[in-house]
């Protein structure tokens, strides 16, 4: 299949990567040895590479099951926040400290 007659659908779906801000740049800016996901301010560099890219939200698509790295300007804990426990619910450790004053 030549260029001319490939669906530009299907060149974009495969070549997206090229026509980021990212192509062509240390990919240590966007998968940093320290990914450990909880220090956000790792990735401030890459923010700046990713916030006037035209691929960021089919980017950020590609990158929603991956595990690390920055993918559409969201690093992992942002692809994969951990879900919160209401406030109204008592923990274990709140039961057994109000069991315990004799409340």
Known sequence: MSIQSADPGDLYATHWKQLG???G???M???PDDDLGNRNHIYDAAR???AACVVIDVCGRE???E???MWGSMSPTQ???KPRRPKSEPTAVHLSLVG????
């Open 29 to 31: 800016i966007f998968y």
């Open 79 to 81: 692809r994969h926040p």
């Open 25 to 27: 740049r240390d990919p």
């Open 21 to 23: 801000n990212c192509a």
């Open 63 to 65: 990158g929603q099951d």
């Open 67 to 69: 595990d690390y790295g």
């Open 48 to 50: 700046a590479i990713c």
């Open 100 to 103: 315990s004053s004799g409340r």
